[in-house]
């Protein structure tokens, strides 16, 4: 009789956790129900990759989006998260109201080009001005996806529908109004460039302040035909990179393995490190004149720069100047909440008496 042997079974493989113990998993969201082939997918991808390696903890994370296809991929990462769904083009007011409520959470807002460039304009500027930390995404592709395919405000001038109508109104570029506007952190990149997308990403998460990072997203459907500017043909042939990118958070050793000379390091806030090697020139992000330059350009030549375009960190965001207290409101007691109850009273009586409001001396 044969003796059986039983062997033991092999060891699990190892499972890939970062530095807060989560798994890529863990930062998953939805499965997603936009077209197979979308930009926007990838972009979800890049949020989810930069997300777990950055460390982030899903339960201080809070993701904002307004209306369109843009707005539904919030659904689609983090899925541990906070979310809200505004309407269209307002969400950087709830944006405004949830960091006010609560300064503890990080704030990654998700809109499109209509939501942003058309309707919610105004909103997009005030948030600008004001320098809500928000991590504010664009993505981009010139069209209204859920109404299908007119051209958006971002949509160039001589770009196509797939049904032949050329477009004739000038853009509008959401990376020169909010350089414009004095935003502390503008970028652009290329949903089909994951490795200039996730350290941009990254960098914005660590940013204090407004972030603005438009991302070209080319629409499968409406949008990736010849004649169209956002099409992949169309940004791969017309993408003119300032830089490669690197970004070294402050919990690793700064290390950088490029050729001396031909870098420029970033510091944050925090002390992480925004890596930036230079490819035809030595381009300075931290000059709000040479970005202005940079894009004004890039518009004559008909070419399409992407990476960091400006970066200031030395502006105040708007909870500082506003002169917040640190505590989350929504943390408050009602007793820290309320006005004192001697300043109530007073009220009261005046009111009962017909005189005047004035709070009396020492009271708040």
Request: charge should be neutral; proline fraction near 6%; include cysteine.
């Amino acid at each position: 009789m044969s003796e059986r042997r039983h062997h033991p079974a092999p060891p699990a493989p190892p499972v890939n956790t970062n530095r807060i113990g989560l798994t890529r998993a863990d930062y998953d969201g939805s499965k997603t129900t936009l077209c197979p082939g979308c930009g926007h997918n990838a972009i979800t991808g890049g949020i989810i990759q930069a997300a777990f390696e950055a460390g982030l903890e899903p339960h201080r994370v809070a993701k904002l989006s307004g209306i369109g296809c843009s707005s539904k991929t919030p659904a689609y990462f983090l899925g541990r998260s906070h979310g809200f769904n505004a309407v269209h083009g307002r969400m950087p007011s709830i944006a405004t109201g949830v960091h006010l409520a609560n300064r503890e959470l990080l704030l990654i807002g998700v809109s499109g080009d209509g939501d942003t460039a058309s309707i919610g304009l105004g909103q997009f500027c005030h948030l600008v001005r004001r320098n809500v930390p928000v991590v504010y995404i664009v993505e981009n592709n010139g069209v209204y996806g859920l109404t299908k395919g007119q051209f958006s405000a971002t949509a160039d001038v001589g770009s196509t529908m797939k049904g032949g109508q050329v477009n004739d109104l000038m853009p509008i570029d959401l990376c020169a109004i909010a350089i414009e506007l004095g935003c502390g952190f503008v970028a652009r990149s290329f949903s089909g460039d994951q490795k200039q997308l996730r350290p941009l990403l990254k960098a914005a998460f660590a940013h204090r302040g407004t972030a603005v990072l438009d991302v070209i997203s080319p629409c499968v459907t409406f949008a990736d035909h010849e004649g169209s500017t956002k099409s992949y043909a169309a940004v791969k042939e017309h993408d003119a990179p300032l830089h490669e990118i690197d970004f070294v958070p402050y919990y690793e050793d700064m290390h950088v393995d490029y050729a001396p000379g031909t870098t420029r390091e970033v510091e944050m806030p925090d002390g992480s490190h925004i890596v930036l090697k230079k490819l035809a020139e030595d381009y300075d992000p931290t000059s709000r004149e040479r970005a202005r330059d940079a894009l004004h350009e890039a518009a004559r030549e008909r070419k399409l720069v992407t990476g960091l375009l400006y970066v200031n960190e030395a502006k105040v965001p708007f909870t500082d100047e506003a002169q917040l207290p640190d505590a989350a409101l929504a943390k408050l007691t009602l007793d820290q909440a309320r006005p004192p109850r001697a300043v109530l009273d007073a009220i009261m009586g005046q009111l009962r008496t017909g005189k005047g409001i004035v709070a009396p001396a020492g009271g708040g």
